[in-house]
């Protein structure tokens, strides 16, 4: 069983930066796969970004890339989400995700575990 706890939410305005974290419960966290997804209201959940098991592979959703970094400290069970140039559309809930498998995926439905999720709000 893993436990995802998400912080690092906040209100912040257009071209600001924040960085989420999500701390990870139990001892597979070093091979799991991690994901970060994110639903604004009455929006499907949206992929935001994925890094391998060993951090070496890292992949992005086409409206974040070049903008969030995806990354992880396994010896600290988290995974990082450094979110730059944040725009308005960018508000919504953010879900962090581990998937018990070294395969690398962008679907939700791919992921066994979910943190309870950590609002964004980018004021215009």
């Known amino acids: 069983q893993v436990q995802l706890v998400e912080s690092g939410g906040g209100l912040v305005q257009a071209g600001g930066s924040l960085r989420l974290s999500c701390a990870a419960s139990g001892r597979t966290f070093s091979s799991n796969t991690m994901g970060w997804f994110r639903q604004a209201p009455g929006k499907e959940r949206e992929f935001v970004a994925v890094?391998?098991?060993?951090?070496?592979?890292?992949y992005y959703g086409d409206s974040v890339m070049g903008r969030f970094t995806i990354s992880r400290d396994n010896a600290k069970n988290t995974v990082y989400l450094q979110m730059n140039s944040l725009k308005p559309e960018d508000t919504a809930v953010y879900y962090c995700?581990?998937?018990?498998?070294?395969?690398?995926?962008?679907?939700?439905?791919?992921?066994?575990?979910w943190g309870q999720g950590t609002q964004v709000t980018v004021s215009s």
């Open positions: 995700a581990a998937r018990e498998s070294r395969v690398v995926v962008r679907t939700p439905a791919s992921y066994d575990y």
């Open positions: 890094i391998s098991w060993s951090g070496g592979s890292t």
